[in-house]
T-cell receptor, first 113, second 116 residues
Framework: KNQVEQSPQSLIILEGKNCTLQ??????????LRWYKQDTGRGPVSLTI?????NTKSNGRYTATLDADTKQSSLHITASQLSDSASYIC????????????FGKGTTLSVSS | GAVVSQHPSWVICKSGTSVKIECRSL??????MFWYRQFPKQSLMLMAT?????????EQGVEKDKFLINHASLTLSTLTVTSAHPEDSSFYIC????????????FGQGTRLTVV
């Protein structure tokens, strides 16, 4: 069964600190893995997309890693800001065209001052 | 990135009434539109896939007669929740079909539906 598991479910950190979110998946065939940021009451916004051959990809203070062998990914947030408070969703695609997206439940991050 | 406009952003309706949600792809032609539903603290769940000019494909457990999807043009798809019940209260999100291989998916802003 295709599944995407994220941990932790929620996380509270102080402004300026770093944090790492985890994503494990059992999706086959694997095409790509995406990280999205979803603010409360809004649609998800793409942060990164990585294919099988990519190990790391950065987008500003966000750095995603992918280990296709162990089927694990992480999203590292550096120097967190209050605006980083959101849900971070790991999504795995089973097709190149993205017609079969499997969503994780997300990690809710709260950044406090 | 692609611009997706979803309207309304929130709606409250009475039980038994119908609600129409619009999703517009503003800067590319979406031959496919994905409709998702998200309950609190849950992941997005694909409800149906609509293709321009043809009937939508519904996921298992989603009633096609309750959730009417129309994809009449390459820039507009609509989801109508018919005879809404309180259990239909959820966050509905559209996403136009990707326009290339391994490209990121773009999502609408979402519609918060509350049925009272």
């Amino acid at each position: 069964k295709n599944q995407v598991e994220q941990s932790p479910q929620s996380l509270i950190i102080l402004e300026g600190k770093n944090c790492t979110l985890q994503c494990n998946y059992t999706v086959s065939p694997f095409s790509n893995l995406r990280w999205y940021k979803q603010d409360t009451g809004r649609g998800p916004v793409s942060l990164t997309i990585m294919t099988f051959s990519e190990n790391t990809k950065s987008n500003g203070r966000y750095t995603a890693t992918l280990d296709a062998d162990t089927k694990q990914s992480s999203l590292h947030i550096t120097a967190s800001q209050l605006s980083d408070s959101a849900s971070y969703i790991c999504v795995v695609s089973a097709t190149e065209a993205g017609t079969a997206l499997i969503f994780g439940k997300g990690t809710t991050l709260s950044v406090s001052s | 990135g692609a611009v997706v406009s979803q309207h309304p952003s929130w709606v409250i309706c009475k039980s038994g009434t119908s609600v129409k949600i619009e999703c517009r792809s503003l800067d590319f032609q979406a031959t496919t539109m994905f409709w998702y539903r998200q309950f609190p603290k849950q992941s997005l769940m694909l409800m149906a896939t609509s293709n321009e000019g043809s009937k939508a494909t519904y996921e298992q457990g989603v009633e096609k007669d309750k959730f009417l999807i129309n994809h009449a043009s390459l820039t507009l798809s609509t989801l109508t929740v018919t005879s809404a019940h309180p259990e239909d209260s959820s966050f509905y999100i559209c996403s136009p079909g990707p326009d290339g291989m391994n490209t990121e998916a773009f999502f609408g802003q979402g519609t918060r539906l509350t049925v009272v």
